[in-house]
């Protein structure tokens, strides 16, 4: 089912593979070590080894996604996050998302429903200076459960002032879809990070976009 517009009066972003885009330059590296007997596109699967390898938090709740070990799985990212050293490295910029965030401020509230720890989201929003745009930053350990339970979404919703029924979840993967839909809210996924177009409309995405800033077009 179509996003509807007149329902939409605030949106939540997830951030790996949503706003933060993967290292293409270390994607092309990887891809040639691909044989290409066994991989119909090495390309696309050296883009989803390297964003795995630079998000392990949406690697590890996407395979528990799929084995239904949520839980489980939840408890061994809260653990990572609070025992795992900063990375110093810069983040990357999905192409066009900072001008999309410009054009929607000020028209929705907007919030970051990431299960990435805080230090590392709040490194990404501040290198790009994205954190103005925001009325709330939701991440791993911000909610008793993180997705893909629809606690984030329920709590950026109460942040927002906006009952969840009202609100959008863009994300890449089945995690940010089953939290968004489990939560009420609308769902968008986009295919610039992990997810693959099959999984995220099995999972009953009501949009799915070639990337985040195709978001206007549908607004």
Same mark, same amino acid.
């Given at each position: 089912m179509p996003i509807n517009p007149q329902k !939409?009066? $605030?949106l939540c972003f997830d951030v790996d593979g949503t706003l933060s885009d993967t290292d293409d330059l270390?994607?092309?590296k990887v891809s040639r070590f691909l044989p290409r007997f066994i991989?119909?596109?090495p390309g696309h699967t050296a883009r989803r080894i390297v964003m795995w390898i630079e998000s392990?938090?949406?690697a590890l709740l996407g395979l528990a996604d799929t084995l239904h070990l949520d839980d489980?799985?939840?408890a061994v990212i809260n653990w990572l996050y609070r025992h795992r050293k900063q990375s110093s490295r810069n983040f990357l910029l999905v192409p066009g998302v900072d001008d999309m965030l410009k054009q929607l401020h000020g028209r929705y509230p907007m919030s970051v !429903?990431? $299960?990435r720890d805080e230090r590392g989201t709040m490194a990404f929003l501040e290198q790009y200076d994205l954190v103005r745009y925001f009325d709330a930053v939701i991440t791993g350990l911000s909610a008793a459960h993180t997705k893909p339970y629809p606690d984030p979404v329920l709590l950026a919703a109460q942040k927002m002032n906006v009952a969840p029924e009202n609100c959008v979840m863009i994300g890449d993967t089945t995690v940010d879809i089953r939290a968004?839909?489990?939560a009420g809210a609308q769902t968008v996924g986009v295919l610039c990070g992990f997810g693959e177009e099959h999984e995220l409309r099995k999972m009953g995405a009501d949009e799915i976009l070639e990337d985040t800033p195709k978001l206007l077009k549908i607004l």
């Amino acid at each position: 089912m179509p996003i509807n517009p007149q329902k !939409v009066q $605030a949106l939540c972003f997830d951030v790996d593979g949503t706003l933060s885009d993967t290292d293409d330059l270390y994607a092309q590296k990887v891809s040639r070590f691909l044989p290409r007997f066994i991989f119909k596109d090495p390309g696309h699967t050296a883009r989803r080894i390297v964003m795995w390898i630079e998000s392990p938090g949406n690697a590890l709740l996407g395979l528990a996604d799929t084995l239904h070990l949520d839980d489980e799985m939840v408890a061994v990212i809260n653990w990572l996050y609070r025992h795992r050293k900063q990375s110093s490295r810069n983040f990357l910029l999905v192409p066009g998302v900072d001008d999309m965030l410009k054009q929607l401020h000020g028209r929705y509230p907007m919030s970051v !429903v990431s $299960a990435r720890d805080e230090r590392g989201t709040m490194a990404f929003l501040e290198q790009y200076d994205l954190v103005r745009y925001f009325d709330a930053v939701i991440t791993g350990l911000s909610a008793a459960h993180t997705k893909p339970y629809p606690d984030p979404v329920l709590l950026a919703a109460q942040k927002m002032n906006v009952a969840p029924e009202n609100c959008v979840m863009i994300g890449d993967t089945t995690v940010d879809i089953r939290a968004g839909k489990s939560a009420g809210a609308q769902t968008v996924g986009v295919l610039c990070g992990f997810g693959e177009e099959h999984e995220l409309r099995k999972m009953g995405a009501d949009e799915i976009l070639e990337d985040t800033p195709k978001l206007l077009k549908i607004l």
